[in-house]
Structures are given as C-alpha cells and as structure tokens.
C-alpha cells in the first residue's frame, strides 16, 4: 500500500526527496527533509541565509559529496529511481540535473562556443560530431536569450562577456546536455537588476520543458518565477506551497514571520 | 570661529606633512625598485662588454681550440647543455607537475603533508650535494661519468621548484570551477586535468620556465657526473660538455683568450635561457582558446 502510495507521487514529481539528512562533519545542515519537486515546473526554495537551502539542492544532483566530510542519508528519486542507491554513478546523476552556481563559473581558458559544448565533451562516449555540436550550442545559446549577443564571436573568450552574459553563458552551458531537471543555486546574487531579468525570463521559458529548482534570498523573485514555493529554516522544511497560496495564505506561523520581513 | 580655522590649519598642516611622507615613500620606493633591477642591468651590461666581441659563427658550430689558437667555439657544451636540460625537464617537468597537482587535490592529506615537507627540503638541498648523491647512486656504480647522470641530478633538483608552484598554481584556481566541471558531469580527473590544471597552466609554465632557467646554469651537480668533455658527444652514457662547466673551466684558467670564451660562453647561457622562456611563452600563447579536452 505504502508503496504504491510512493509510486503515485513519484509519477507526477520528476525529484522527490524522502527523509533526506545532509551533514557537514557534525553539523547537520538538512534535517529530515520530504518534499515533491512536480514535473515541468519551477520550484523556488526559500529561507534565511545558512538555512540549508543550498545543501539541499547541492544533495539533488550529489554534489554535496564533493566536500570534505559531507554525508547524505536518506533517499532521492529521480523519475522513482534513487541516486543514492549503491552502485548509481555520481557523474552519470550530474549529467542528467544541470546546475547553475551563484557566481558565474565559465571557463576561462575556453572560448563561448567550448563553454557551452564543454558538456557535451564531459565524457568521451556518445559525443556529438562537430556539425552537430554547433548544432547544440546554437540551440542552447537561443534558449539562453544569448545567441544575438555572441553568435559573431563565439571563438572569443569566455571571460570577454559582461556578469549577466556569462551567466546567461552558464545555464545554456546546463542546458546544452538536456537534463530533465536544472538546478538554480541564486542564479542571479551576483547580477544587476537588468540581468537578473533576463535570467528571471529564461526560467519562465524553461518551464513545462524542464524541472526547475531554484534556490533564492529574495522574496519577490520566488513569487515572480516560481509555481511552487518551499520554505526552509535551521535545516528543516517548514512548509511547501504553491506560490501564490504561500504568500498570501501560509499555513505556518514561521513561514508567515519570514514573508513579512519579522526576521531574515 | 577660531577653533574651525585652528582645525583647517592643523588639516593643512597634516596634508602638506602627508604630501612630504609619501614623496619621501614614493622615491623610496622608486630607489628600491631600480636597485632591485641594478645587478641585472650591470650583469648584462658587463657580460656584453667582455662577452660579445668573441661571440661570431664558429663560437656556435665549432670545437675549442687549444690555447693561443684563434677562433674555436663552444658548439659541444652548448648542444651539451641543451642535452642535459631536455634530460632534467623530461624527469623534472612530468614528476613535479604531478606531484603538485597531487598537493593541490589533497591538501590535508598525512602523505601530502609529508611531500610537502620533503620537497620543502630538498629544494634547499645545496646543489653540490645533489652532484655527490648522483655521482654516488649513477657514476660509481657504472664506473664512469654520463649525461644521463648529470641529466637526473639536474630533474631531482628541478621536482621541488616545479613541485610547490604547480601547488600554488592550481589552488589559486576557483573551488568554483572546479564544481562546475563536476556539475557538468566531469569526472574527477578529467575536472582535474582539463578544468583545474587547464586554467593553471600559464602560471606552471613559467614556474617550469623559472626552474629550467635555475638549472640550466647549475654547475656543481654537474662537476661529478656530466663531467665536462673536450670533444663533441651527444651520448647520454658518456660524460657530456655544458655552458656552466665550460664557463668554469675557461674562467680558473690563466689564458686571457679563454677568460674572453668564459664571457662569450656566459652571455650565450642567458640568451639560451632567454631564447627556452620566449618559445614557450609563444607555445603556451598559440594553444590558447581552442582546448576543449
């Protein structure tokens, strides 16, 4: 019966996270978290600084592994199958959830076009041809809103572009592998206002395509791009909405403190 | 009233003592910076002074010749030191790289600690010694001296320096790329070899710049085992001419003429050194942009 329960959220979720645990050494950053992320939609995890937030998402593609003394227990679904299961590759998992990091993270020693192939060349299997790698990165960059801008120098530097630019250079690079389910980790702490619109645009194009998950500080942001909100504090999930309901009606005496500007 | 323009006379006062301060400084510093430079400038003025007038074609293509000859050159200790340096880096270059990129990934790890020490040390090592431990561990046994052996003396002097800068190099490089690559589905040592050491690169080819011109002047770990030769030999399992050997030999004789070659040999060693920075620097340059793997 249990079981089948599971199925049935499984189905309509692409990620659901049962009973996750995420600790640094002894601190324990996420505590016991169960939450849905639902197919084609975008999900925005709000809460104050040191929250977990970042842990949590850093544990949906496993890279919370990659620091020193980082542990996860507990169990992440991806499509109903578990990416903590023994004998699931780490790498392979990486392939299939894009992320995109606080601070824009091109390659500096690659040129746009390498950028948003690098990818693709991650592992020396299924490669693309050439053709049609240009073929992906020209596909990815219009996603990105990106193409007009650098379709005439994508030999050029990476590092050649401006803050937004590079970001915007950095989810078509995630896209570029078509991963089901992208993972934003404030995608646009770093940029101004008129690029954080840009890449609040993009997330509103990549809905019904793609899974998103966005981590935010700012409030106004998780009601403008997200159709579910989650909110989180000291570790734990606290509750899980959708946005509009979140905002205007939260079910939680602390989500409602933390909306209203009463901490944070 | 009074005490406002009391305050702006004190911060006149403070500002013009502020101004005298940082010309003093500034010209200090000024002193500092070109006494930093002076040895270099004297050095190369000097060695073109005593050096140049006996630098022509046959001190490149041919043989010394005995004393109170004219001419002869130096082409056996110039493709001689050329020898031993493409020996040092092929040890050097591929052992200290490595070994730093080892540092760099595992940095509170107990043997990265002790590599770390160890190679702190060995950097200090005077070179003389590292000639006795060559000539002891590759000239005794063999029973005569050999490129070869002045070749691993130079590589185990180079691994320290090229060591600890490719550790440098590689930590200055962002935690934050290095988890893009991963993101991205990089394994690890591809993150490692194609992000991490990618983006390092410049700075450990000028580290390795700096090492290959430390040593290409090393005379003393080559006084036990390349030895020195009078005649043209490219075989490494025989004793093998080079610049600083020539240059010490030339220079404790009592022959003017062979004081002249000593310059010569002096000023051809640092253009050699020169000449190794500006290739790889253009090698390095070229390559940039198009490396995606």
Not at chain 1, 182 to 194: F, R
Not at chain 2, 201 to 209: Q, R
């Amino acid at each position: 019966m249990k079981n089948d329960s599971r199925a049935a959220t499984a189905a309509r979720a692409r990620i659901s996270v049962r009973n996750l645990d995420a600790r640094f050494g002894a601190n324990r950053a996420v505590r016991d978290v169960s939450i849905d992320f639902p197919d084609g939609q975008v999900t925005a995890i709000i809460g104050p600084s040191g929250c977990g937030k970042s842990t949590l998402l850093r544990c949906l593609n496993r890279m919370h592994e990659t620091v020193p003394t980082a542990r996860v227990s507990g169990e992440v679904l991806l499509d109903g199958r578990d990416l903590y299961a023994r004998g699931v590759n780490p790498i392979e998992v990486r392939r299939h959830i894009g992320m995109v990091f606080q601070r824009p993270t091109p390659f500096p020693t690659m040129s746009i076009r390498d950028n948003v192939a690098a990818g693709l060349r991650a592992s020396s299997r299924d490669r693309p041809s050439r053709r049609r790698e240009g073929e992906i990165v020209e596909e990815s960059l219009r996603t990105a809103g990106l193409w007009d801008e650098v379709h005439e120098r994508l030999k050029d530097s990476a590092t050649a572009l401006s803050g937004g630019q590079q970001q915007r250079l950095c989810i078509a690079r995630a896209m570029a592998t078509r991963p089901s389910v992208i993972l934003l980790d404030e995608p646009t702490a770093s940029l101004d206002p008129l690029s954080t619109q840009k890449v609040e645009e993009l997330v509103h194009q990549l809905r019904g395509s793609v899974t998103v998950i966005i981590v935010t500080h700012n409030m106004q942001q998780a009601a403008r791009v997200s159709d579910r909100t989650a909110f989180m504090l000291l570790g734990e999930l606290v509750e899980t909405a959708p946005t509009p309901e979140m905002f205007t009606t939260p079910s939680d005496p602390r989500t409602e403190a933390y909306i209203t500007g009463r901490f944070g | 009233m009074t005490a406002r323009l009391q305050a702006t006379t004190a911060r006149r006062r403070s500002l013009g003592h502020r101004r005298a301060l940082s010309g003093v400084m500034g010209a200090l510093m000024w002193l500092a910076a070109i006494l930093a430079t002076l040895p270099l400038i004297l050095l190369l003025f000097h060695l073109l002074r005593e050096g140049a007038s006996s630098i022509d074609l046959a001190f490149f293509t041919r043989l010394p010749k005995p004393v109170g000859e004219a001419g002869g050159g130096m082409a056996h200790a110039i493709v001689g030191t050329l020898i031993l340096v493409g020996i040092a880096g092929a040890i050097g270059l591929p052992v200290g790289i490595g070994a730093g990129l080892y540092l760099a990934e595992q940095r509170g790890a107990r043997l990265a600690t002790s590599v770390r020490f160890l190679s702190d040390v060995l950097n200090g090592m005077p070179s003389i010694v590292m000639g006795i431990f060559a000539w002891h561990f590759l000239v005794r046994p063999v029973g005569h001296f050999s490129a070869l052996a002045g070749g691993i003396a130079l590589g185990a002097m180079m691994i320290p320096l090229v060591t600890r800068a490719t550790e440098e190099m590689v930590r200055i490089v962002p935690t934050a790329l290095r988890e893009a690559a991963l993101a991205l589905g990089y394994p690890h040592w591809r993150t490692s070899v194609s992000i991490v050491l990618r983006t390092a690169l410049p700075g450990i080819v000028t580290a390795a710049l700096v090492a290959i011109a430390r040593i290409a002047g090393e005379t003393a770990p080559l006084l036990f085992t390349a030895f020195g030769n009078a005649w043209w030999s490219v075989r490494v399992d025989q004793p093998i001419a080079a610049l600083p050997l020539q240059i010490y030999e030339y220079a404790k004789s009592p022959y003017d003429d062979w004081h002249r070659l000593a310059w010569a040999a002096a000023l051809v060693l640092i253009g050699l050194v020169l000449i190794i920075s500006l290739l790889a620097r253009f090698v390095t340059r070229s390559r940039h942009g198009g490396v995606g793997d």
